[in-house]
């Protein structure tokens, strides 16, 4: 797949599966946009591996449930590059605690980010894409989204679930020029798993028929796939990428 000239904006891209999908684009020649929100020293050391590619790369500190904020993100990236092919709606966080321990921040927290930052993001820039009338908007949802449920994480669930609700709901807004389509990752190897225990996680990985997490890069790949012209004929579908998650 050739990315060259392609004006790609990957949001949380300063670590995990984000962090992977931004370096995928670069070494397919894209033009790549960094944005994170509190992660400075992480998204500089990714801006320069990106740019050691050749590539221009364009770094851009925003939170993405912030109205003002995601405006002028995409504002900067049409006034750098004249235009913005992709956008990968990565951005998401995921605190897990007892179900009677949660209170409703938490809940605020999770679906201003994983669910108010996907529409802003993608308003923003699917508009554009609208009117120029080509443009590829994938998102990250998750299995936990579909049939992985825990208790433990119910905000990120709900959350994951109703990002795959929107991503219908753009498909239908941004058709027939835009391509909207998500992707719900199984387990994955990645920063978020580090504080559940090691015997949990054991148990996870064997209800895979894989017997084991997927690798950033695995998710990368499919996220590729959907921004390239080999999938223009796919849109408002969700892709299961979960090696063979059982549900027991």
């Known amino acids: 797949m050739n990315f060259k000239n392609k004006v790609v904006l990957v949001t949380g891209s300063s ?5 992977s999908i931004a370096v995928k684009f670069a070494k397919e020649g894209a033009n790549v946009i960094i944005n994170y929100k509190s992660n ?12 050691s590619y050749g590539n221009k790369c364009l770094c851009i500190q925003a939170d993405v449930s912030n109205d003002k904020q995601v405006k002028s993100m995409i504002e900067k990236i049409i006034k750098e590059f004249g235009k913005i092919d992709v956008v990968v709606n990565n951005a998401g966080i995921a605190i897990d605690m007892e179900f009677n321990d949660r209170e409703v921040r ?13 529409f802003l993001v993608s308003k923003y820039a699917g508009n554009y894409m609208k009117e120029k009338q080509y443009g590829k908007i994938i998102n990250i949802s998750s299995t936990n989204g579909i049939d992985t449920i825990y208790p433990e994480s119910i905000d990120y669930d709900a959350s994951k679930a109703g990002l795959i609700n929107l991503t219908k709901n753009l498909a239908i807004q941004f058709a027939p020029y835009v391509n909207v389509n998500a992707v719900a990752p ?9 504080d559940l225990s090691k015997s949990f996680l054991k148990e996870e990985r064997e209800k895979t028929l894989l017997k084991r997490f997927a690798e ?26 979960d090696g063979g998650l059982k549900i027991e």
């Open 15 to 19: 670590r995990g599966i984000g962090r």
């Open 40 to 51: 400075t020293k992480e998204a500089e050391v990714i801006t320069e591996i990106i740019s």
């Open 106 to 118: 938490d809940w605020h927290d999770t679906l201003n980010t994983n669910l108010i930052g996907v």
């Open 186 to 194: 199984g387990w994955v190897e990645s920063e978020m798993n580090e």
């Open 216 to 241: 950033p890069e695995e998710i990368a790949e499919i996220v590729l796939f959907l921004a390239s012209d080999k999938a223009r004929y796919i849109d408002g579908e969700i892709i299961r990428v």
